[in-house]
């Protein structure tokens, strides 16, 4: 899929329509036109198509990634006040995450001193991050104790991030109820919604429990995104807004978003990260440099630290450039005529800026096959982002959750690095192996850890 939408590029040029099943999809490929359309004009390109299956997974349009409008821009912003509330930016959320770093570190080195030396980073960053979107959204971390609950919530977000590009999801989407008619629709339905149930149960449950412990007169800040909405939703009520775009539908579907959003980028991120590490030997060992001349011992790294840490900064941008995660981004809806190079596009194209072309575009990114942290530096060794590198998306739909992502990846990154030097498992079959679902994840890997202090 990743070579076709090169070749098409090469072929088609630009700006040109792919189907996607029945539907057409006006693809823009190139930075300058992607900065001149949705960032300049953000609000033609906001929109989201209606996808039929929404009814089924969230109750209608209901959430951030696929609403709209006034509902839209209501939670989107709302989830961003929350987030900043919680300490984006200072150092509460910083601190939730480095309480998963901090536990990651030690649950290895715990492997490592029980004898093991063949170690699954990968599960265990997964476990991590899992536990930082779930303290953020229910309020409680997983960790250990907890891992068979992660792993079945996880389950469940990699079904349905996996399910949006099968022909018979898209096709369906036309109308799942109608379709749920005919051979082959039926079945597949059937699983669907089974597994749609047992998701929608889990967080529903969630939420029955925290409204019957919040006491809603208290004046108490919210500690998870739960409380935080359940304590605007009845402070609205108490004020007469009936109209209101914060009902219970609304909360589910935004809690499986912000999980099905949050979790599998970041750590497949991070997992792609410890996988060029071994590839690469040359950058974990000047990663290993740095840090050892500015940090210089086992103490945990922060966010003070960041303005220092060059080339760490440098090998995330590299590893989000490279890993190229999204294969096809997220579909937006044009809200009104408009031109793009004097072709008409009319109000509902489908339209998006195809972030994976861009970061793999040798006119940004020379030699754009070949890993090189070093991009990313100047000439006096400081890191600097070009606005090229757009892994999160640009524009009014830009990544709701690029704060806390930058964060975790920046902690994570420092922090492992900073700890254990990372080897090539002895089992290489697959190593490397990018498998495409919604997101390209490494075929599953374990490698050889040595502590480094
Ligand atoms: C490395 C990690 C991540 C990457 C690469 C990433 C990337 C993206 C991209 C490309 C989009 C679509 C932009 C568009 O529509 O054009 C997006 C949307 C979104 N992301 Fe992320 N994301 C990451 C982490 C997160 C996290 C941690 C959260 C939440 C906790 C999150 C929540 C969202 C939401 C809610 C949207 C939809 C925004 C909207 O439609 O208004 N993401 N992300």
Request: aromatic share 12%.
């Amino acid at each position: 899929m990743e070579t076709q939408f090169q070749k098409w590029k090469k072929q088609y040029g630009d700006l040109h329509t792919i189907w996607f099943g029945d539907m057409p999809i006006v693809t823009l490929h190139d930075a300058p036109t992607i900065l001149e359309t949705f960032l300049k004009d953000g609000e033609t390109y906001a929109g989201r198509p209606y996808f039929k299956w929404d009814d089924i997974i969230r109750n209608g349009r209901n959430g951030v990634i696929f609403t709209e409008g006034e509902r839209w821009r209501e939670n989107r912003r709302f989830a961003l006040h929350v987030f900043r509330n919680f300490g984006l930016g200072k150092n509460l959320m910083q601190e939730r995450v480095l309480v998963e770093v901090t536990s990651l570190i030690t649950d290895i080195k715990d492997e490592i001193l029980g004898g093991k030396n063949e170690v699954s980073v990968q599960n265990a960053i997964d476990l991590a991050v899992g536990s930082i979107i779930n303290s953020l959204t229910l309020g409680y971390r997983y960790g250990k104790e907890k891992r068979e609950e992660f792993e079945k919530v996880k389950k469940f977000a990699q079904y349905m991030i996996a399910q949006v590009g099968k022909p018979v999801y898209r096709v369906m989407d036309n109308g799942p109820e109608f379709y749920k008619n005919f051979p082959i629709c039926n079945s597949y339905y059937k699983n669907f919604t089974t597994e749609v149930e047992k998701v929608k149960n889990y967080f529903l449950d969630h939420i029955k429990e925290h409204r019957k412990v919040i006491d809603f007169e208290s004046e108490e800040e919210p500690t998870d995104f739960v409380e935080a909405f359940l304590r605007h939703q009845y402070k609205q009520k108490a004020e007469g807004i009936t109209d209101n775009n914060f009902d219970d539908d609304q909360l589910y579907a935004t809690i499986l978003d912000l999980w099905i959003a949050g979790q599998e980028t970041t750590s497949n991120t991070l997992a792609w990260m410890c996988v060029y590490l071994f590839q690469y030997p040359q950058v974990q060992q000047k990663l290993h440099h740095e840090l050892d001349k500015v940090i210089g011992s086992d103490r945990i790294i922060t966010l003070d630290d960041k303005n220092s840490l060059n080339y760490v900064n440098a090998v995330v941008a590299e590893t989000q450039r490279f890993c190229n995660m999204i294969p096809i981004n997220v579909f937006h809806r044009v809200t009104k005529d408009t031109k793009i190079h004097g072709y008409q596009i009319p109000t509902d194209t489908t339209i998006t800026h195809q972030v994976s072309s861009v970061l793999m575009d040798e006119r940004y990114f020379p030699e754009p096959e070949k890993f090189k942290p070093e991009r990313f530096l100047d000439k006096n060794g400081k890191f600097f982002q070009p606005p090229e590198l757009m892994p999160f998306g640009i524009g009014k739909r830009a990544c709701l959750g690029e704060g806390l992502a930058r964060l975790e990846l920046y902690l994570f990154a420092a922090n492992m690095a900073n700890h254990f030097k990372l080897d090539y498992p002895s089992e290489m079959t697959d190593f490397g192996k990018r498998l495409i679902g919604g997101t390209i994840v490494p075929a599953p890997f374990l490698c050889k850890i040595q502590n480094r202090f």
